[in-house]
């Protein structure tokens, strides 16, 4: 049967199926007066949570709360965002149901919280249940263990809009599988919020003739992004207490465009007082475009990709909101859904009106499994041919729900965890390894000598990389990808205008000298700009003096609208108070008055790794020397993994935080991101990713799972920028080239690397010594952390390096083609 009359049919179908409503588009809506419920299950009392929502006990709301009992987490992971409604359970070992009393003239969100951890006798991996509300199904045969692990969170939230109900009752029913013995059910948390009809009839993507009235629909929220913006927690949701996420994981390759906010004097006007239900203010004050390069802009889409369930409809929801433009084809651009045209000539303009006003697009699109592909593309392209003003795109937020099927059916199976298996031992060979999660075969060898068969392997293993690579483009595997989030700390800063002790007193184990800050102007002129001699994501950075002039330090100073805040600054400190080694930068002090957080080092006379690199007037560093750092960063890097009770993961390697002293040793810096790690029992920790661009782990990306080999990850991309002499990402240069790690990692595939070596060094270095280290650092940025090597395997290697270039009989690297030609076999061996 064709396509679209079997779509056709579906939809005549589910509109029958469904349970039929009048629309309450036509009943004012308002949340003060609106029922909803939101419950901690499992409480015995009413409690607050970190937002400050008042979540309620569930009892009373249970038709047979004796069937049910309540437990306690055993354990509380640092990333929950609040120990309420997580803490505490609701346990059934028999199927149970909650009945709400509801208005019949409004859709309601359905929020169902989890938290996966083990409750008494109860392991939660033991779970296994299904959930239906209003005759939909919602959940089927899920598993909260699995669908953590799997997505690497630490909690689970799944997010449904059902249909407004003309008998004003919502039963909710949770019931234990019966496939599983000793089964059982739970749930955190219920949420039940009304909210007015906010669906309508959408065209059918590929279908010029088709509309589907996704208001008879119940839908289960797959992805709800703020792009180009931050997160927004739910209490600063315009009413509806939706939760809004950072688009930069989901963003394809290196193309993430540029992000820019609304200008103060810029206010965003809805057409309509029920418009701000659509999206809050501040998913249409920020936005992400494609940049200011027409010609670079004519040859990408803005892309964005999601893991969806096949075989069900999915409605695809863009928000829009021009704050700098004001006329009608100033810019328009092409919207494409997965390789399909849903909109060959969008105009912000020309729908909003006028600057500052926000306006939406709904698709709805069929996503059949026959293709046995479960990603959802969106991108955006300029459209060229009606010659635009500008040649650019623009999106403000981006919301996907997936629609119910005629089987009054939500539920999609459990994702399938990584498997994780066995690390290596440090200094040994380490064999190749497969994972699965819809991502790339790598196989990779660590071994400290170089032999024709395992570099046979690598060689492989790297041709089917890229051969899945090209097959499956969700990811850009090794190379350029955004943080995922801004580094801009919550908290806020003291008020204290005291000149006393502050918050860094209690910190470091009282280890951390607290200066006034008399002292640090006095030391710094004033902060007189001469005296700058560096600016970081945490502010300036000024050369000084304390105790009367005698002694030479670096003073480092917050800027107030600096993207790292206070957690950073305590984290620093609270770090680094402890931490003594001759390879990480000295904390003598810190001072923190008059809304000031200023820290105090001790001075670095060479500076940074990166000045000696490239963009500098400074003369070039020889190889050993370069070596020689690389060796004294890796030991500072090695030590924060192995050296303390927990490991402490610095987050933030690369060029520029590897300072050097007056006698050119090198010493880790700048721990305002780092992470206190796991225990000996524990594998990763899960948390919000940060970072810097290009030196980004992508397995730390996709599953924001932080691991000791995120570290590896960035200090591979440094070891090239020592030996290549270029920046980590450098947008002027062709596409291909932007990304130092994938432009190198290919070079070496295809046996050019010897091209893109800094010129200064090319002549000095031993040929034994340049193949041990390029595999050493292609094997820090595999693409799955189990195939990198530890730091201390990074470490020994390099070492090794150092002892092969002092060997005075060791070839070089010359400009004759005959050296060049041996280092292509060996590549290709």
């Known amino acids: ?162 249909i407004s109900l003309d008998y004003g009752t919502l039963n909710l029913t949770i019931t234990p599988s019966s496939s599983y013995n000793d089964s059982f059910a739970f749930i955190n948390g219920i949420e039940i919020i009304s909210m007015p009809e906010i669906f309508q ?78 999206a809050p203010v501040d998913v249409y004050s920020t936005a992400r475009s494609m940049g200011p390069t027409a010609k670079l802009n004519q040859n990408y889409n803005l892309t964005w990709v999601f893991e969806i369930d096949v075989n069900f409809t999915y409605l695809v929801r863009l928000h829009f909101c021009d704050f700098h433009l004001d006329k009608v084809n100033q810019m328009v651009f092409s919207i494409f859904i997965n390789n399909q045209t849903a909109e060959a000539e969008a105009d912000v303009i020309g729908w909003s009106g006028g600057k500052g006003v926000p306006v939406y697009r709904e698709y709805a699109i069929y996503v059949n499994g026959r293709s046995g592909d479960d990603h959802l593309w969106v991108a955006l392209h300029p459209n060229v041919e009606v010659k635009p003003e500008f040649y650019d795109s623009i999106l403000n937020g981006l919301e996907i729900f997936k629609l119910n099927d005629t089987k009054l059916n939500l539920a999609g199976p459990n994702p399938v965890p990584v498997k994780v298996e066995e690390q290596p031992m440090q200094g040994r060979p380490m064999s190749p390894s497969k994972s699965r999660n819809h991502g790339v075969i790598i196989g990779s060898v660590l071994g400290s000598l170089a032999g024709c068969c395992l570099l046979l392997g690598i060689i492989i293993a790297f041709i089917k990389h890229n051969k899945k690579r090209d097959r499956d483009e969700f990811s850009s595997t090794i190379g350029w990808l955004p943080i995922y989030a801004s580094s801009r700390s919550s908290g806020t800063r003291s008020n204290s205008k005291s000149s006393g002790s502050s918050n860094i007193s209690s910190l470091g184990g009282g280890l951390c000298r607290h200066f006034s800050l008399a002292e640090i102007r006095l030391g710094t002129d004033d902060f007189s700009e001469s005296r700058v001699i560096g600016v970081g994501g945490f502010g300036k950075v000024y050369k000084g003096f304390i105790d009367g002039n005698t002694t030479k330090v670096a003073i480092k100073r917050a800027n107030p609208s600096s993207e790292q805040g206070v957690h950073e600054f305590l984290n620093e400190i609270d770090l680094l108070s402890k931490l003594r080694h001759l390879h990480l930068v000295s904390l003598i002090g810190a001072c923190e008055e008059n809304n000031e957080m200023i820290l105090v080092y001790d001075y670095m006379a060479n500076g940074t790794l990166r000045e000696h690199l490239y963009k500098s ?13 690389c060796i004294g960063a890796a030991r500072g890097i090695h030590y924060l993994h192995t ?168 070839p070089k690297i010359v400009a004759e083609r005959k050296a060049n030609d041996a280092y292509a076999m060996y590549a290709h061996c």
């Open 1 to 162: 049967m064709d396509s679209k009359i079997q779509i056709h049919i579906w939809s005549i179908i589910i509109i029958s199926c469904t349970i039929t409503k009048v629309h309450s588009q036509n009943k004012p809506f308002n949340p003060s007066s609106s029922d909803s419920f939101i419950l901690a299950c499992g409480s015995t009392s009413d409690a607050i949570d970190a937002n400050g929502r008042k979540w309620s006990s569930d009892t009373k709301f249970l038709t047979s709360p004796n069937n049910s009992l309540s437990a306690t987490a055993q354990s509380q992971d640092p990333s929950l965002p609040s120990t309420i409604p997580y803490m505490t359970a609701r346990i059934f070992k028999s199927s149970a149901t909650y009945t709400f009393s509801i208005s019949p003239n409004f859709r309601h969100w359905i929020r169902l919280h989890f938290y996966p951890s083990s409750y008494e006798n109860f392991d939660s991996s033991n779970s296994f249940f299904s959930v239906t509300a209003g005759g939909f199904i919602l959940l089927d045969n899920f598993s909260v263990s699995i669908t953590a692990e799997a997505l690497t969170q630490a909690y689970i939230i799944r997010e449904f809009s059902i």
């Open 201 to 278: 009839s959408v065209p059918m993507v590929g279908f010029s003739d088709e509309n589907m009235d996704t208001g008879s629909y119940t839908m289960q929220t797959m992805f709800r992004l703020n792009v180009g913006g931050n997160y927004i927690p739910a209490n600063n949701d315009s009413g509806l207490s939706r939760i809004w996420y950072d688009d930069s994981p989901y963003i394809y390759g290196a193309g993430f465009g540029v992000t820019s906010q609304a200008d103060s004097n810029v206010s965003i006007a809805y057409p309509s007082d029920g418009a701000k239900f659509i």
């Open 643 to 810: 050296g303390a009770k927990y490991t402490i993961i610095h987050r933030d390697v690369k060029s520029t935080n590897i300072l050097l002293d007056e006698k050119w040793v090198a010493k880790v810096s700048d721990f305002g991101l780092s992470k206190t790690g796991y225990a000996v029992n524990q594998t990763h920790v899960s948390t919000i990713v940060k970072g810097s661009f290009g030196y980004l782990d992508p397995e730390y990306f996709r599953r924001q799972q932080l691991t000791d080999k995120s570290d590896v990850y960035s200090f591979g991309v440094v070891l090239f920028e020592v030996l290549c002499g270029r920046p980590a990402l450098n947008p002027s240069l062709p596409k291909e080239q932007v990304s130092l790690a994938d432009w190198a990692v290919s070079n070496y595939r295809m046996g050019t690397l010897d091209e893109i070596i800094d010129p200064h060094i090319k002549g000095e270095i031993n040929l034994e010594c340049l193949k041990h280290f390029v595999e050493t650092v292609v094997k820090c940025l595999c693409d799955h952390g189990l195939d990198r090597p530890s730091m201390g395997a990074v470490l020994w290697n390099l070492e090794y390096c150092l002892q092969m270039q002092n060997n005075p009989n060791g």
């Open 617 to 629: 007037d400074n003369p070039p560093l020889s190889w050993e020397q370069r070596l020689r750092i």
